[in-house]
């Protein structure tokens, strides 16, 4: 049991190395292509030849051994890159050259083909199948100029190919000074006070919009509760005056006397009279009407001055 789990950890360890190689391998491609070249760059031999380069777009070093070049579909193993050769590996955002000598055996970076005009050059992962990247060479392409690949913004994340009269093999292609949005805005504002008060703008603006919002269904809410639409403000606002008899306060007495025995159907009568002229009724239901008990001393309370009626 022991040996099966050894055998399927170093199985999934293999797959995942094969995978994260693939995945780096996709982060080349071939930056500069320039075939005749009769006044630019030496090899080490002293001699002026075609040359190809390719350039790591990722932010980490990438190991090409293994990988081929070509110049012909039909053969994408032309030429093996040793993958013995420690130094067959580029740093981030830097770039390598292959001279297109024809003599593979001087060294590594030699190609045994030479380039030609109107040819495409490919570069095929180490499984000698997948084209990673690939350039096609004008037929009418001039001596000592080369095709080669900008980058399209400054991260570098897509290319556009053209002629480019200046070649510049080995070195960055493009704007070396451009810079992000994140950089300038860095620069122009090295603390962030700018940043932050667009921050508290944004926040105070929104917070700003949802009380509007809020507070106008609230308002929507209490006209829909108060009597709707069709319900005028003299209708929802209108009270009983003082001294005024209504059927509602008829009603109220009635229910006071018919509940209420001997004498204290007068003291009933007379608090209800009472609390009702001097405007101390607090509710307008219809048929109810709320007496509330006396708060103060008995001294001001009414009932200890009624006198029993004769009998």
């Known amino acids: 049991m022991r040996y099966s789990k050894t055998i399927i950890s170093v199985t999934v360890a293999l797959f995942l190395g094969v995978s994260l190689a693939a995945q780096n391998l996709s982060d080349l491609l071939i930056g500069e292509v320039l075939v005749e070249n009769t006044s630019g760059l030496v090899d080490d031999y002293g001699q002026r030849n075609g040359w190809i380069e390719l350039f790591n777009t990722s932010s980490g070093t990438v190991k090409f051994g293994g990988c081929y070049l070509t110049d012909d579909k039909s053969d994408l193993k032309k030429y093996h890159i040793p993958t013995s050769d420690m130094d067959a590996k580029v740093g981030p955002r830097q770039s390598v050259i292959f001279y297109a000598s024809g003599n593979a ?58 002629v480019n009269p200046s070649p510049s093999p080995g070195s960055y292609n493009g704007d070396v000074d451009a810079k992000t949005k994140s950089q300038v805005m860095k620069e122009q504002d090295p603390h962030g006070f700018v940043l932050t008060l667009i921050a508290v703008m944004v926040v105070f603006i929104a917070l700003l919009i949802l009380a509007i919002i809020f507070g106008w269904i609230g308002n ?13 403000k003299k209708e929802k606002t209108k009270k009983a005056k003082p001294g005024e008899m209504t059927p509602e306060i008829a009603a109220a007495i009635s229910m006071a006397l018919s509940q209420e025995f001997g004498g204290e159907v007068y003291a009933a009568i007379a608090l209800a009279l009472d609390d009702y002229l001097s405007g101390g009724i607090h509710d307008l239901e219809s048929m109810i ?8 001393s008995q001294w001001a309370d009414k009932t200890q001055n009624f006198r029993q009626l004769p009998r």
């Open 220 to 232: 929507a809410s209490k006209r829909a509760l108060e009597g709707g639409p069709k319900a005028t």
């Open 105 to 162: 055996s001087q060294g590594t970076f030699y190609t045994n083909f030479k380039l030609r005009k109107g040819s495409t050059v490919y570069l095929v992962s180490n499984d000698g199948r997948t084209i990673i990247d690939q350039v096609d060479i004008p037929a009418d392409l001039p001596a000592d100029q080369s095709v080669v690949r900008i980058p399209v913004g400054v991260k570098a994340m897509s290319f556009q190919t053209k």
């Open 289 to 296: 009407i709320t007496i509330k008990p006396s708060t103060g």
